[in-house]
């Protein structure tokens, strides 16, 4: 189906260990976003990417990898889990040749670190 | 730097009353504007959005928003509240730079007695 997929939906995992959350476009939209939702902090910016092979911080990107070697693929690695990592995480694109900001969401994944 | 506000945190409304939700942002220019609606435990779905021209907008749901550039303001609103619209809704405006963000609300989270 076209549009925005994260995968996987739901993940419990510990405290030290790598997760890899992924996020799937059929787009071919440039932009891409990674967002944290936490109750009492609405949704906030980990990181965004331009285009493939290039991207930038947002406001919370510490414990935080991203890449993206394809443009439909912006896949976010947390490298060594911490229990503040537990939240909802949302990917969004975004098209560049238009020059306005609207985002297209996922449906999220609900990240649980023990 | 620019920013959002969404005065109110929760608001509970009866079904067939009338709603506004409001929001009210800090930018110089014409911003565009968003809202975007979230149903319990999904992604975000854009409800409507401003760029320029008319100020009142219409949405889908039965929602439209009026931009008042005086007033910094674009609220939300809708004539007769469905129990289904109970939802968490966040108002953003598209950031200054060349890079698709969005200046997010921390949200106004809806509730609707039957």
């Known amino acids: 189906d076209a549009g925005i997929t994260q995968s996987p939906r739901y993940k419990i995992t510990e405290t030290g260990r790598q997760v890899t959350l992924m996020c799937h476009q059929t787009w071919s939209h440039s932009y891409m976003f990674w967002y944290r939702q936490d109750l009492g902090h609405g949704l906030r910016l980990i990181y965004y990417?331009?285009?493939?092979?290039?991207?930038d911080k947002g406001e919370v990107p510490d414990g935080y990898v991203v890449s993206r070697s394809k443009t439909e693929n912006f896949p976010l690695t947390l490298e060594s889990a911490t229990r503040s990592q537990t939240s909802v995480y949302f990917c969004a694109s975004s098209e560049s040749a238009v020059t306005y900001n609207e985002q297209f969401f996922g449906p999220g994944t609900r990240l649980t670190v023990l | 730097a620019q920013s959002v506000t969404q005065p109110d945190i929760h608001i509970t409304v009866s079904e067939g009353a009338s709603l506004e939700l409001r929001c009210n942002y800090s930018?110089?220019?014409?911003?565009?504007l968003f809202w975007y609606v979230q149903s319990p435990g999904q992604g975000l779905q854009l409800l409507l959005k401003y760029f320029s021209g008319d100020t009142l907008v219409q949405g889908i749901k039965g929602f439209e928003a009026e931009f008042k550039r005086s007033q910094s303001s674009f609220n939300l609103r809708k004539p007769s509240v469905h129990w289904s619209d109970a939802a968490e809704y966040f108002c953003?405006?598209?950031?200054?730079?060349?890079?698709?963000?969005?200046?997010w609300g921390l949200g106004t989270s809806l509730a609707v007695n039957p």
């Open positions: 953003a405006v598209g950031d200054t730079g060349n890079n698709r963000k969005l200046i």
């Open positions: 930018y110089g220019a014409t911003p565009y």
């Open positions: 990417s331009a285009a493939a092979d290039i991207t």
